[in-house]
């Protein structure tokens, strides 16, 4: 019986592990998603100022949870795109526009696979 | 270097928490089911130990994961023999009455010359002193001889049944451990009445004391440091 307690709390444990760590980095991907795109939106529109904002919006989030998400995400995969976030912030500088969407548009890439490798589909279990 | 050794100290306290909650039983003596976590668990602890770049957390859930599987299960094997014949296997009689088994031995894969070889390692060197010889569900091969080969036991040769009591043990390296000597219903006098019947004043100069039931007792004291 002690056994089967333990059993049902670790797995419990364990559930509830996944299910944190899933709605956690999705929730982070879901946030830096929608900077970024707003400040790909907000390049375009030429609006350099807003731009701004939403970039060190997604750095913001970066500097907040990256500490708790490379608890459970490769750190590879957070460094390069907390990189692709400066590099963004940098060409938002400059205003140089080109790079700025190219390095977005990778970076949305980057951000879409995180978030979806995390998810409880058939294709990630397969 | 420092995150390393953190890590592998971590993995190194999981790994024994799951081996201590998976049972006391010797790696010979795992079910088939058992002696797969046990390889998988330490496998999966080696990937975060070596790169630190891998969460922790990736070696840990899946490890958790598997105690919990391997525990839940055991716990059902318990409850139900059909799922414990499932998952383990049932045992194989090889050898019935002295007779070989062979449509058995083909169902297993097992040839006559692995057949003897553990025989052999069981001490029968002939297969026709075995009356039984049963494949376990753990890979053991029992052997069972007929009668009349079998040892005679003190029955047999018309001796009384002689006791044996499993000894206690009151003193270790000068450590007196009183609930020992509470399990053997004697007091702490009795102690000291046993140590000066050999001429030992204090229960420290004590190397080790056993004690049975029978009234048996053994005293080795403490040799002198040179």
């Known amino acids: 019986m002690k056994e089967t307690i333990i059993a049902v709390v670790l797995i419990t444990l364990v559930v509830g592990l996944c299910i944190f760590t899933t709605k956690y980095t999705v929730s982070f991907c879901d946030e830096i998603y929608a900077s970024v795109s707003d400040c790909v939106t907000a390049v375009r529109q030429n609006d350099w100022e807003l731009a701004k904002k939403h970039i060190e919006a997604a750095e913001d989030a970066f500097d907040k949870k990256s500490s708790v998400l490379e608890a459970f995400v490769m750190h590879q995969d957070i460094s390069e795109a907390h990189g692709v976030v400066l590099k963004i912030s940098a060409a938002v500088d400059t205003k140089a526009a080109d790079i700025c969407i190219s390095e977005a548009t990778s970076l949305l890439g980057q951000i879409r696979r995180l978030s979806e490798s995390d998810r409880l589909t058939l294709s990630n279990i397969l | 270097m420092t995150v390393s050794f953190a890590r592998t100290v971590i993995l190194y306290l999981l790994i024994i928490f799951a081996l201590r909650a998976m049972g006391k039983r010797q790696v010979g003596e795992l079910s088939p089911s058992e002696f797969v976590i046990t390889l998988l668990a330490s496998e999966l602890a080696t990937i975060p130990m070596q790169n630190s770049g891998t969460p922790l957390i990736y070696g840990i859930m899946p490890i958790l994961a598997l105690l919990a599987l391997e525990m839940l299960i055991s716990s059902l094997f318990l409850k139900s023999r059909r799922i414990r014949k499932i998952a383990v296997g049932k045992t194989s009689i090889?050898?019935?009455?002295?007779?070989?088994?062979?449509?058995?031995?083909?169902?297993?894969?097992?040839?006559?010359?692995?057949?003897?070889?553990?025989?052999?390692?069981?001490?029968?060197?002939?297969?026709?002193?075995?009356?039984?010889?049963?494949?376990?569900?753990?890979?053991?091969?029992?052997?069972?001889?007929?009668?009349?080969?079998?040892?005679?036991?003190?029955?047999?040769?018309?001796?009384?049944?002689?006791?044996?009591?499993?000894?206690h043990t009151i003193i270790t390296d000068g450590v007196l451990i009183r609930s020992e000597i509470k399990n053997l219903n004697k007091t702490e006098k009795w102690v000291y009445n046993e140590l000066s019947k050999k001429g030992i004043a204090s229960y420290k100069d004590v190397f080790l004391m056993q004690a049975d039931e029978n009234g048996r007792v053994c005293i080795i004291p403490k040799e002198k440091k040179k």
């Open chain 2, 94 to 167: 090889l050898i019935e009455n002295g007779k070989i088994n062979q449509p058995e031995m083909r169902r297993l894969r097992l040839t006559l010359d692995e057949l003897l070889e553990e025989l052999r390692l069981k001490g029968f060197i002939d297969i026709n002193l075995v009356k039984y010889a049963i494949l376990e569900s753990n890979g053991e091969l029992s052997v069972f001889p007929f009668s009349k080969d079998q040892p005679a036991t003190r029955e047999d040769i018309g001796k009384k049944d002689d006791s044996t009591f499993l000894p």
